[in-house]
């Protein structure tokens, strides 16, 4: 389940998932909580998988491009913030999938490409 509107997350919606076996997408939008504060209003884990979606500020990255073919907005600090606490669920074994729009930084292959590395980075210093 994906929730846009940042008012609706808390253990209350988190344990009504949960119940039911319902996922809840953790999504990385201009206005969402940014990805520790998910955990701040519980665990928002309610399945045995997860799914991110990074989707960035469509309108605000369209004032500056409507081409899809390069990398717009640096996301790196954004991506820093997700890495560990991926590391730490799939450490509980949950299993992560991950979805990034062009919208996100400009060229969705290119923020999985960011990603990557940052990965390999993370796992290298033993995260």
């Not at 009504?16 to 953790?26: K, M, S």
Request: charged residues 30%; neutral net charge; aromatic residues 14%.
């Amino acid at each position: 389940m994906e929730v846009r509107n940042k008012g609706w997350l808390s253990e209350k919606l988190y344990s009504v998932l949960r119940q039911h076996g319902v996922a809840l997408a953790l999504v990385d939008h201009a206005w969402m909580p940014r990805p520790h504060e998910y955990f701040e209003m519980g665990d928002p884990v309610t399945a045995d998988f997860t799914y991110i979606r990074w989707l960035g500020d469509r309108k605000g990255i369209e004032e500056q491009t409507t081409r899809w073919d390069r990398i717009i907005l640096n996301r790196e600090p954004e991506m820093q913030e997700w890495i560990p606490i991926i590391g730490k669920l799939l450490k509980r074994r949950i299993q992560v999938m991950g979805y990034w729009n062009n919208h996100y930084a400009g060229f969705g292959p290119g923020s999985i490409e960011l990603f990557m590395r940052l990965w390999k980075k993370f796992e290298s210093e033993g995260g």
